[in-house]
């Protein structure tokens, strides 16, 4: 289960200026032809000691229709472990807000290459357990308003991402189609729609991306 207590949850409605207030039961034809998959454990911004965003975030009053799949750019660590997740959350919530000028971490979701999913731009955890809305991001031009995107920490221009990461992966893609009623072909990398790189080979991979996402659902 996502690590979302009161507190988390009380303190995302306030910095989204009581836009909780507008969620609603998710509709049950939206997504009645997927299975339910497992919800994995996603750190919220609290978890991991997030700035507070330097200004409002914007709140879309729809779902999202596609995943965007990324990769950091940053070291390739060796480190594994959560604390480690954590510190890289907080470093790239820097680069962004510090370096980009942006309000808060551009993405929604890290995934480390230990595997540990953590929740990136404040409000989208709430908004993905809610199922009828999204917080607006800045990882992907022409898209921020339309889809959910995940950072996946490491570089993979010339290298594979670790099975840890991998598999993380996968569960989170296939709990976030599950929850917004997203096809798995929805799922696309950042190169599919701005002049970049980015996910490296990554980007290969996502016809198995779809069919194991497809396969959990």
């Known amino acids: 289960m996502a690590r979302l207590t009161r507190r988390d949850a009380l303190r995302g409605a306030v910095l989204l200026g ?44 729809h779902r999202p229709n596609k995943i965007i799949v990324h990769h950091t750019a940053l070291a390739n660590s060796t480190d594994t472990s959560r604390a480690h997740a954590f510190a890289a959350s907080r470093e790239i919530q820097d680069l962004h807000m510090d370096g980009n000028g942006w309000i808060d971490s551009g993405q929604h ?13 404040h409000g989208s955890l709430y908004a993905l357990l809610h199922s009828q809305t999204m917080v607006q991001g800045a990882h992907c031009v022409g898209q921020n308003d339309q889809a959910i995107g995940i950072e996946n920490e490491g570089t993979y221009l010339t290298e594979q991402p670790p099975a840890a990461l991998w598999s993380s992966l996968i569960a989170f893609c296939a709990f976030t189609c599950h929850q917004y009623g997203i096809p798995a072909t929805e799922i696309y990398g950042h190169k599919d729609f701005n002049n970049t790189q980015c996910p490296g080979l990554l980007h290969a991979r996502l016809p198995e991306l779809r069919t194991a996402v497809a396969a959990r659902l």
């Open 18 to 61: 009581g836009a909780a207030a507008l969620l609603s039961v998710a509709d049950p034809s939206a997504g009645a032809a997927l299975a339910a998959p497992d919800q994995p454990s996603i750190d919220s911004c609290g978890a991991w000691s997030a700035r507070p965003p330097a200004g409002p975030l914007t709140i879309v009053q």
């Open 109 to 121: 979701f890290t995934n480390s290459r230990g595997g540990w999913l953590t929740e990136g731009r």
